[in-house]
Nanobody, 124 residues
Framework: QVQLQESGPGLVKPSQTLSLTCTVS??????????WSWIRQPPGKGLEWMGA???????YYSPSLKSRTSISRDTSKNQFTLQLTSVTPEDTAAYYC????????????????WGQGTQVTVSS
């Protein structure tokens, strides 16, 4: 069974860069046809797809976050990483990594595996 685990700081100061890592076990991030996504959920709001990295290493981003988002991977560690620059309190959210077959999905059933999520608060 595939498992995903997010890791990173729980508190980030405004204007800094948020970095989160998703460690995958039980399956390879280079497996054909899957997208490995980052999704977030601000308090009281719905899921927001941020971006993804494909099995090929190609990256895709939400247009609204593209200028601040970067996703990369380390295949030797079976990890992929999110960087979000110039954070503000509006970036406070639960951040999730997930595996799916589509880009841009914003409902849980469109992903077959999810991490448990990590809460990130942006505050000085």
């Amino acid at each position: 069974q595939v498992q995903l685990q997010e890791s990173g700081p729980g508190l980030v100061k405004p204007s800094q860069t948020l970095s989160l890592t998703c460690t995958v076990s039980g399956g390879s991030i280079t497996t054909y046809s899957y997208y490995w996504s980052w999704i977030r959920q601000p308090p009281g709001k719905g899921l927001e797809w941020m971006g993804a990295i494909a099995n090929s290493g190609s990256t895709y981003y939400s247009p609204s976050l593209k200028s601040r988002t970067s996703i990369s991977r380390d295949t030797s560690k079976n990890q992929f990483t999110l960087q979000l620059t110039s954070v503000t309190p509006e970036d406070t959210a639960a951040y999730y990594c997930a595996r799916g077959l589509r880009l841009g999905a914003t409902t849980r059933y469109q992903y077959d595996y999810w991490g448990q999520g990590t809460q990130v608060t942006v505050s000085s």
